[in-house]
């Protein structure tokens, strides 16, 4: 039973458009949400986060939405760009236990030229 | 470069062999952590050491052995390999909690 869903295996947008990444988790007991970047043969990089108090949290091209009654957080990248060409991990977790995070399966963003 | 180091990148092992995988990291971090990623799952936590002489189970520890060397490294230990236990290992370390997790670039691990 997953906790931590990413339904959207794959999305591709145009360069300059927008990529939206959706993520929906089933545990009310989650306060603290991540998104993880990964390029092939590499681990993961951390790219924004947020917490429950918050419902936006911002840092340049990046913004993570969380709306906390539908229990789903999105990712907004604006202007996408070829680079941001990954795949994308939403995690979640407890701060107060936050050494376990539950991880999605991730989505893999192709941005094209 | 700064950063966790994890070796060998790839290995295949026959069932019932044993194998160390390495970690080292250089950043001062006090916390470590061995997650694996398989298809159609997420990253799923293996052990994790909050600091230098502790370790912890994760979500999926059965098979697996840990140490805490120092602070630099914390290795994992699979006693008797099954293929079930073919997967990509990645090590982590962060200083403070998720959002300043630093990952290695793997180890592809197969079980034949």
Not at chain 1, 31 to 55: N, V
Not at chain 1, 77 to 102: E, H, M, T, W
Not at chain 2, 39 to 51: C, E, K, N
Request: aromatic fraction near 12%; glycine fraction near 8%; charge should be positive.
């Amino acid at each position: 039973d997953q906790q931590v869903k990413q339904n959207s295996p794959s999305l591709s947008v145009q360069e300059g458009r927008i990529s939206i990444l959706n993520c929906d988790y089933t545990n009310s007991m989650f306060d603290y949400f991540l998104w993880y970047k990964k390029y092939p043969a590499e681990g993961p990089t951390f790219l924004i986060s947020i917490s429950s108090i918050k419902d936006k949290n911002e840092d340049g091209r990046f913004t993570v939405f969380l709306n906390k009654s539908a229990k789903h957080l999105s990712l907004h990248i604006v202007p996408s760009q070829p680079g941001d060409s990954a795949v994308y991990f939403c995690a979640a977790g407890n701060a107060g236990n936050n050494r376990k995070l539950i991880w999605g399966l991730g989505t893999s963003l192709a941005v094209n030229p | 470069n700064a950063g966790v180091t994890q070796t060998p990148k790839f290995q295949v092992l026959k069932t019932g062999q044993s194998m160390t995988l390495q970690c080292a990291q250089d950043m001062n971090h006090n916390s470590m952590y061995w997650y694996r990623q398989d298809p159609g799952m997420g990253l799923r936590l293996i052990y994790y050491s909050a600091s230098e002489g502790t370790t912890d189970k994760g979500e999926v520890p059965n098979g697996y052995n840990v140490s805490r060397l120092n602070k630099r490294e914390f290795s994992l230990r699979l006693e008797s390999a099954a293929p079930s236990q073919t997967s990509v290992y990645f090590c982590a370390s962060s200083a403070l909690g998720p959002d300043d997790y630093t990952f290695g670039s793997g180890t592809r691990l197969t079980v034949v």
